[in-house]
């Protein structure tokens, strides 16, 4: 009996332990395949994610700096470019109005027949005075825009603009002393005296100043 006992117990003992084998090797597989999975799932789950963190399209060009250019470079050619465009912009409008000057100066020596010789009346010398004045204004208007306008380096004057500035220093200054001079002689025609002295050098030199800029004008006009 005790043998028979013993062959049993010995029996289930062996039967436990080969179950115990059995379960331990399931768990092991188990175990082993849960990182699989989990790759499996993250492989799937990235051409999904992918689309969200794609970066967006840049909807505006490049710029300069872009481009390699410097930004010192980039700046100076448009502060270079801004100045020539306002000298040009300034040298067109001193054109014109050194055309629209002509008319009243024209209409100024016109006026001078009435304002002085065996002709002359306080009527004629007031309008040719006011006529003085208004050319007057107008050249140093037309004058500031050439003055004032911006000036670029290494571009120096030939040709005609060369003549034009040259002769500047001549209808220049007349156009200084022919007004003082004509207050001087409009002064002495009024007070019943006849035009002595300095005064008497008012024709003359409002000769020569319209000379000189009617040349001035023919030099930048006329197309060689």
Known sequence: MDTMKTKTLAEASMKT??????????LCLCAASVPSLAQTGN???????????????????????????????????????????KRSH????????????VAPLVATFIASSRAGGR????TGRDVHAALGIATAGMYFTT???????PKVRGTPARGPI????????IHGPGMILTPILG?????????????????SAHGAVAAVTGIAYGAAILSVTIRH
């Open 183 to 199: 207050a001087l002689a409009f002064q002495q025609r009024n007070s019943g005296q006849r035009v002595h002295g300095i005064a």
């Open 162 to 169: 060369r003549l034009h500035k040259a002769l500047a220093w």
């Open 143 to 149: 004058a500031s825009y050439a003055i004032l306008a």
């Open 43 to 85: 492989a799937t789950a990235a051409p999904q994610d992918k689309p969200a963190t794609a970066p967006a399209a840049n909807p505006q060009a490049p710029s300069l700096g872009d481009l390699g250019f410097p930004t010192d470079q980039t700046k100076g050619s448009a502060q270079d470019q801004a100045r020539l465009d």
């Open 17 to 26: 332990y080969r179950l115990s084998i059995v379960a331990l090797t399931c």
């Open 119 to 122: 002709s002359t009346s306080t």
């Open 90 to 101: 300034m040298l067109k409008t001193h054109q014109r109005l050194g055309l629209i000057t």
